[in-house]
């Protein structure tokens, strides 16, 4: 811990919700305001405490929940988020087995009644996790933790429930936490990352989940040498070029063969199935290259061969970091010495989709093949089970997309011209849909609250983020509006589940905007059923007050994306900051249908784009296989 608790310009003018600029200002025209305690002139740091005193002295400093202030100063005073979180969790898990006699640094006691505050209020489990969230929200030097949705997605083609599970580059724990929901036993995990390491231990010993997760390097320095569990679901570091391939050349780890040095992915591949009891499964997250580089060749081959290796699973691009990439899952299983080999693995192309709707998908196709492996399972363009024999051969490239049977079936028949039709259809509606401005004869008023200030005025009700999680759609219980569904305009396809907080039904006029996202990305709810799903705002006009569709038109203008977001250039905005213009609410319901035709305008956009893409495709595909001519 630091000396003292300090705090930038910036982080001061985040902390009053104001400008950078305000800040400035402050510090010529109030002699009383505190002088820097470090830094440098260009970038001063100041006492937080002082700060803090100051701004409330001053009327400036809004009311913050206990949670929050005690994760802007823990932020403020610790060396890294992880190291304070971690060592405030180790005082609520002190107060959860009865004992306060943990040693704390002398900045971490001045926090200390914040802690009894907090844990009070939520109990020791409930505190940790709301600094948690705090902790795990994109921001500039937090850890790229793997998402929720994928971490669930690995331990159900891993199927831990019931069984034990172990995470060999456990991170901040994300695949041991989705573990847990899906009813492992007991959870193991090992981070090189110290500060990780003990986050990650600390959530499973707040719930008393039987494990433990150690510090330090699981390839050099296996912490748990000789344990076999029923599942690995891990996401290792990739590209790594000093991973210990001279020391362990050897290793019995092995199993397959020595791994090159090159190919430090399949050395954590190995390390996994060392790990399985026979018939365990691992779950791997790995770069595509690992499918068809010919360093790795000969270990791909064995894996085959002895029937480790038994799927592939190419992922959207975009579900993990590095984002850009379209990563793989691989799923192995630990088979048995004198077993025969499987006749076939399974190699399945969900690139293409969106991994909330694929995701329910490949969880069936795998389950269907590994019921049956030797049953001939076959989606067109996106899952086959290929006979290993095939895959065997020079290059042993096991990058699914390349192993598909191309959709050509309809090429040049009725389903051409039903793309073609429908595609002439979408395009001869925009004309239709874009709506009829004029340049304003005075031009812009210039005259705008922000939706904190109509929030205070009763003008809407503002209500979230929720941060309670999301289970696989299930077909029970009421829809979830979720980011994904309001990014892609479509109907709530989430599902809550007993892991699902605060229930807010939504409302026909409500507008919902995600917290994190490319760009702002406001919806007006249309339809009642749905509950709010985590990370959205609810904003709920005032009928006699603000128009529904005004108010969306508004919150997604190019000046509030810069109002909004967050000053670290992370994609997260805080809706309150966001800029509405003061009409009349004739004037606004004139704008609202306005804003309303764009709405459609710009999805019908997409429509045509989607279907042209689908329509090139098909003679692209049809001209070159001789089954359309020009």
């Known amino acids: 811990m630091q ?38 002139s260009a970038s001063p740091e100041f006492d937080l405490i002082e700060v803090e005193q100051w701004l409330r002295a001053q009327g400036k400093l809004p009311e913050l929940a206990t949670a929050e202030r005690l994760w802007r100063h823990l932020a403020a005073a610790s060396e890294s988020p992880a190291a304070g979180l971690g060592a405030v969790g180790a005082l609520l898990l002190a107060r959860k087995r009865g004992s306060r006699s943990v040693h704390t640094d002398a900045h971490l006691a001045s926090l200390r009644s914040d802690v009894d505050a907090l844990a009070d209020e939520l109990g020791p489990q409930g505190a940790f996790d709301e600094l948690w969230q705090r902790f795990s929200a994109p921001g500039p030097g937090r850890p790229f933790a793997t998402p929720d949705n994928l971490a669930d997605l690995m331990v159900g083609l891993a199927d831990v429930r019931g069984g034990s599970v172990l995470d060999p580059a456990a991170g901040s724990g994300a695949t041991l936490r989705a573990a847990v929901r899906a009813g492992c036993t007991s959870a193991y995990g090992q981070e090189i990352d110290e500060d990780l390491a003990r986050l990650a231990g600390l959530w499973l010993a707040l719930r008393d989940v039987p494990g433990e997760v150690s510090a330090g390097d699981s390839l050099r320095a296996d912490a748990f040498a000789g344990r076999a569990v029923d599942a690995v679901v891990c996401h290792p570091p990739f590209g790594a070029t000093n991973w210990g391939d001279e020391e362990l050349g050897h290793d019995p780890r092995w199993i397959v063969g020595t791994t090159p040095r090159t190919e430090p992915e399949l050395a954590w591949a190995q390390h996994a199935l060392a790990h399985l009891r026979i018939g365990g499964h691992a779950v791997l997250l790995m770069p595509p290259t690992v499918a068809s580089r010919r360093a790795g060749k000969r270990i791909r081959s064995e894996l085959l061969r002895r029937g480790h290796l038994r799927a592939v699973i190419a992922l959207p691009p975009g579900v993990a970091a590095p984002h850009g990439v379209p990563l793989h899952l691989w799923v192995l299983r630990r088979a048995a010495a004198d077993a025969p080999p499987p006749a076939r693995a399974l190699l399945v192309d969900a690139a293409g989709g969106d991994l909330a709707d694929t995701a329910p998908r490949v969880l069936a196709v795998w389950r269907a093949f590994a019921g049956a492996p030797d049953a001939d399972v076959e989606e067109a363009g996106f899952a086959r089970a290929v006979p290993v024999i095939e895959l065997l051969d020079e290059e042993v490239d096991l990058t699914p997309a390349r192993r598909q049977p191309a959709v050509v079936g309809e090429a040049s028949g009725e389903h051409l011209v039903r793309t073609r039709e429908r595609l002439a259809a979408v395009v001869g509606e925009l004309p239709a849909l874009m709506p009829q401005v004029t340049p304003a004869p005075d031009g812009p008023d210039g005259l705008f609250l922000t939706v904190g200030e109509l929030a205070k005025t009763g003008a809407l009700h503002l209500i979230g983020p929720v941060r309670a999680g999301l289970s696989t759609p299930s077909p029970e219980g009421p829809p979830v509006l979720t980011v994904p569904d309001v990014l892609a305009g479509v109907e709530a396809s989430g599902r809550i589940d007993d892991r699902f907080g605060q229930e807010i039904r939504l409302a026909v006029g409500d507008v ?119």
């Open 3 to 40: 000396e003292n608790p300090t705090i930038t310009a910036a982080e001061i003018a985040r902390l009053a919700g104001v400008g950078r600029a305000a800040v400035s200002n402050w510090r010529k025209r109030h002699s009383d305001f505190p002088t820097p305690v470090g830094g440098t």
């Open 512 to 630: 919902v905007v995600p917290m994190i996202a490319r760009q702002i990305t406001p919806r007006v709810v249309t339809a009642e059923g749905a509950l709010l799903g985590r990370n959205l705002y609810l904003l709920r006009p005032n009928p006699a007050a603000l128009d529904p569709w005004f108010l969306a038109g508004q919150l997604r203008t190019s000046a509030n994306e810069k109002q909004a977001s967050s000053l670290s250039g992370t994609l997260r905005f805080d809706i309150r900051r966001a800029q509405v213009r003061r009409l009349s609410l004739e004037e606004q319901r004139a704008h609202g249908e306005a804003f309303r035709r764009l709405d459609a305008f710009e999805s019908t956009i997409r429509q045509a784009a989607e279907l042209g893409d689908a329509l090139v495709k098909l003679m692209v595909d049809g001209l070159a296989r001789g089954l359309l001519q020009p």
